[in-house]
Nanobody, 121 residues
């Protein structure tokens, strides 16, 4: 499956962005999907994930209450709605898919190319 992330941009602190992760090549419905991010000079970190049914979601503490992950399997797309953005959210955001559980962080075999999110103070 091929993934294409989009929706990044420049936004002021407190603003919002919605990232999209569109899949092609195979049906998306059998994959758990996660969003990760990597800031300059830092390790890539896990941000959020959603089960293949959309029935379960998970967020790391620093985005809880601000970010929402959702999916539309009919459109082969997963979304990450990001509200109340902070300068420390600045990073390249990647979506990834796994045929295993979203919690198996080393199992994400399919990655999008990344989309830049920049939050100005």
């Amino acid at each position: 499956v091929q993934l294409q992330a989009s929706g990044g941009g420049l936004v002021q602190a407190g603003g919002s962005l919605r990232l999209s992760c569109a899949a092609s090549g195979r049906t998306f419905s059998g994959y758990d999907v996660g969003w990760f991010r990597q800031a300059p000079g830092k390790e890539r970190e896990f941000v959020a994930a959603i089960s293949w049914t959309g029935g379960s979601t998970y967020y790391v503490d620093f985005v809880k209450g601000r970010f929402t992950i959702a999916r539309d399997n009919a459109k082969n797309t997963v979304y990450l709605q990001m509200n109340s953005l902070k300068p420390e959210d600045t990073a390249v955001y990647y979506c990834a898919a796994t045929e295993l559980s979203w919690s198996a962080l080393n199992s994400y075999d399919y990655w999008g190319q990344g989309t830049q999110v920049t939050v100005s103070s």
